[in-house]
């Protein structure tokens, strides 16, 4: 499976972006999905993920209240929408399918959010 990833861009502080991780080749439905983010200078860290068919979610406690993961089968994409932005979530953020022993990455989308 092949991921692009989109919606990123330069946000102030407070504001709201959605993000979307979509598959250019083959099918999300049978992989959970997650997105990770990756700070200037720092390791890149886990987010959020949802499963298959969306019926459990998860959330690192750093965006935990601020942010949601969807998923829209459908449209073999799956979503982030966050909100309350702060400086602290300016980061380049990656989605990943998995499914047992496979991890697929996307690329980037750059999120800055202003002060």
């Known amino acids: 499976v092949q991921l692009q990833a989109s919606g990123g861009g330069l946000v102030q502080a407070g504001g709201s972006l959605r993000l979307s991780c979509a598959a250019s080749?083959?099918?999300?439905?049978?992989?959970?999905v997650a997105w990770f983010r990756q700070a200037p200078g720092k390791e890149r860290e886990y987010a959020a993920a949802?499963?298959?068919?969306?019926?459990?979610?998860f959330y690192a406690d750093s965006v935990k209240g601020r942010v949601t993961i969807s998923r829209d089968n459908t449209k073999n994409t799956v979503y982030l929408q966050m909100n309350s932005l702060k400086p602290d979530d300016t980061a380049v953020y990656f989605c990943?399918?998995?499914?047992?022993?496979?991890?697929?990455w996307g690329q980037g989308t750059l999120v800055t959010v202003s002060s």
């Open positions: 990943a399918a998995i499914r047992g022993s496979s991890l697929y």
């Open positions: 080749e083959g099918t999300l439905s049978g992989y959970t």
């Open positions: 949802i499963t298959r068919y969306g019926g459990s979610t």
